[in-house]
């Protein structure tokens, strides 16, 4: 209300967001509304909708997890955060932002980089072989000659 009051006194918008202590752009949406609305408009509606999930409503989001993602139309086994915030939303009418979801899901105990249960298809075997002989040529690459064609360097003149 007291941009209002400034507003019908004639300050500008740069001074009523320096008298305030808001970004101009703020005021502009304020005055916008004033012009519109009248003090009316610039009324409280009061606090948002709901902003967290109670205690009943986390453990029946536990249960929606578990029946997995293809249960509500996705393709495949993966949760994402961006897919849980969907489901979320869609279900409880609460909006988080990935990062809520993820703080969420970590005090619900669920992991967000591995699954608890490991797949059936799992091969030990083929796995260990792969960090003994695969992984190693792969991540340290041996040179057995020097590069041909001398040095690259300007500096150094190559062998002639």
Do not use: C
Not at 30 to 54: I, K, M, T
């Amino acid at each position: 209300m007291q941009a209002a009051d400034l507003f019908e006194q004639g300050m500008r918008q740069s001074e009523v967001a320096r008298a305030l202590g808001v970004t101009p752009q703020a005021v502009s949406l304020w005055r916008r509304a004033w012009a519109e609305g009248g003090r009316q408009a610039l009324r409280s509606r009061g606090p948002g909708g709901n902003s967290y999930l109670s205690v009943e409503q986390e453990r029946e989001l536990e249960g929606l997890l578990r029946a997995g993602p293809t249960a509500y139309g996705w393709e495949d086994q993966r949760w994402t955060l961006a897919r849980v915030g969907v489901l979320i939303e869609e279900r409880f009418e609460v909006r988080y932002a990935v990062s809520g979801v993820w703080r969420l899901l970590d005090r619900l105990g669920w992991s967000w980089q591995a699954p608890k249960v490991q797949a059936v298809e799992r091969d030990e075997e083929a796995i260990a072989a792969w960090r003994t002989e695969t992984w190693p040529a792969a991540s340290h690459p041996r040179r057995s000659q020097p590069p041909a064609g001398g040095s690259a360097s300007r500096t150094r003149p190559e062998p002639g």
